[in-house]
């Protein structure tokens, strides 16, 4: 009985090591879009890096119940809702490359064009209409084909001109 156990164990841990090894990098860039942590130097993303921990420890203790389930759409689903409820305590722009969005922009904008979630999947997933989702998604993408707008944090304040 031990040794069968102790066998499903050892599967168990080889299909999420297969799984971590082919699926981490794509998801650890998905948690660095949300953060909107930088991307580069590497190291640069620890808020990332500790959400996608914590979603593929969720993603593990589950791994027997998934039943077919695909486990990257459930560690993708897990990484958006640590999101939602860490944004609260955290909404400081990190200087990433969607950090002129809020949260809720980067989260549809992630969902939608970088992990291509269809609508009506992001918009269950968030609880949202699907019109408000393409109305999210289509205002970040406005806003990231727009020109950036300088800030005084981030050093880009210029004193203005006297006129002529």
């Not at 695909?70 to 950090?99: K, M, N, Q, S």
């Not at 949260?103 to 019109?131: F, W």
């Not at 408000?132 to 205002?139: K, Q, S």
Request: aromatic fraction near 6%.
């Amino acid at each position: 009985m031990r040794e069968r156990q102790a066998g499903r164990e050892r599967r168990r841990a080889k299909e999420f090591e297969t799984f971590v090894a082919g699926a981490a990098g794509r998801l650890l860039h998905t948690a660095t879009l949300l953060t909107a942590e930088p991307l580069l130097p590497p190291g640069a993303n620890p808020r990332a890096q500790r959400m996608l921990t914590a979603a593929l420890a969720h993603t593990y203790a589950q791994w027997e119940r998934l039943h077919g389930e695909d486990p990257y759409d459930r560690t993708r689903r897990e990484l958006a809702v640590r999101f939602a409820h860490e944004v609260w305590r955290h909404h400081r722009p990190r200087g990433g490359p969607l950090d002129r969005l809020t949260p809720q922009e980067r989260l549809v904008l992630v969902l939608r064009l970088y992990e291509g979630v269809a609508e009506e999947q992001a918009a269950a997933l968030l609880g949202l209409p699907v019109d408000r989702i393409r109305a999210i998604c289509n205002r970040s993408v406005a806003t990231m084909r727009g020109p950036r707008r300088p800030t005084a944090r981030r050093g880009w304040h210029r004193p203005m001109e006297a006129p002529p």
